[in-house]
């Protein structure tokens, strides 16, 4: 099956914000109503805003196209205590990281959104693996991945993992 992107900021530069609205309101998430709220809520003024990059990932069903997921990445800063650091990691972050008084500034990418959408079981045309690996792969191409550069990602698990057999 192919999947083809659509920046959440073009898509309303193409459409206006009214369609676009209408295309996420279709959007529905029952394990996380978090991830629903984000894409329907703030997404698009977070777009506006430049505080995050929304993708939204669609496919062609029957030749119409149709919301199957979405991901958002956005800046982050992490602080890392002196303290938790022993002096050898202390030197190699020193390459990537600001120093400051009782530590280091790292600046990462946040892979801040992603989900698939439930609607009419659209989240049965792409894996997360998948939707996960479109995130990773845009990350590649902004040009964010360079030695030492961190990308985060913040996980909710929405069903239990596997016993480990003994």
Known sequence: MAYYQVNLRDMIAELGEEETKN?????????????EYFLKNKAIEFAKQGIAATHLVFTDLREVPVLIGYFALSNKTIHISKRALNYNYQRRIKRFATPY???????????????????????????GDELLKMALDKVKQLGHHPPGYVISANFFYTHKLPKPST
């Open 23 to 35: 295309i996420l309101s279709s959007y529905l998430c029952p394990k996380n109503a978090d991830i």
């Open 101 to 127: 008084d009782s530590g280091y500034m790292l600046s990462t990418l946040l892979i801040a959104q992603l989900g698939k959408n439930f609607t009419n079981e659209y989240n049965k045309l792409i894996t």
